[in-house]
């Protein structure tokens, strides 16, 4: 059961007989972040325009449980724009943030109902390309955030992995000498 909060509105939208549903996608990349949506066409929402996907764009479902345990999904795009490959050969994404919202729309006027639901959080865990000749298809595995607790976060105390963190720090920049130099106590 998840107690994550549904509107009014979102509740009256479900009970509908026709009920039409899309997905926004936010992807964060260094370059900046990629939104998409499950529409046919281009959709503002919450102040920013997101990419329409329509039929290209494959998301599998998604799964909550009661108890701890890491879902993953992976979603796809085929056809996609060269700009989107480029981002997926070339940026380091791993990791990094994508979140997913469940819209619902009203047939009568198209408009989104309320508040989306979500949203769902993920980490970009790897990302395959296949050239399919004219069109290529990304397919993105996403992680649940809880998948991390799986693995090692291994820090060590050294000049470089506290720069990595704070590049303007010198707490560290002498440590290396400080353990092999030889102090003299007493008389000199």
């Known amino acids: 059961m998840s107690t994550r909060p549904i509107t009014a509105a979102v509740t009256t939208a479900v009970n509908q007989s026709q009920i039409t549903a899309l997905l926004f996608v936010e992807l964060d990349f260094a370059s900046g972040d990629l939104h998409l949506t499950t529409a046919g066409h ?3 929402w919450n102040g920013l325009t997101w990419t329409g996907v329509g039929a290209l764009g494959v998301v599998e479902a998604i799964k909550e449980d009661v108890g701890l345990q890491a879902n993953g ?13 480029a981002i997926a ?5 791993q990791g990094r943030a994508a979140r997913i919202w469940c819209a619902f ?3 009568d006027t ?3 109902v309320a ?3 979500g949203p769902w959080t993920y980490r970009m865990d790897h990302m395959e390309v296949m050239d399919g000749g004219e069109a290529a298809t990304v397919m993105l595995q996403l992680e649940s955030e809880l998948a991390a607790w799986d693995k090692p976060n291994i820090k060590r105390f050294t000049d470089a992995d506290q720069k990595r963190v704070y590049p303007n720090d010198k707490g560290f920049e002498f440590i290396t000498a400080a353990a092999v130099s030889t102090l003299s ?3 000199g």
């Open 42 to 44: 281009d959709v503002v």
């Open 73 to 85: 999904i992976k979603m796809g795009l085929q056809g996609v724009d060269t700009s989107i490959i």
């Open 89 to 93: 050969l070339s940026e380091d994404y």
């Open 105 to 107: 729309v009203n047939v």
């Open 110 to 112: 198209g408009a989104i």
């Open 115 to 117: 508040d989306p639901v």
């Open 185 to 187: 106590w007493g008389r």
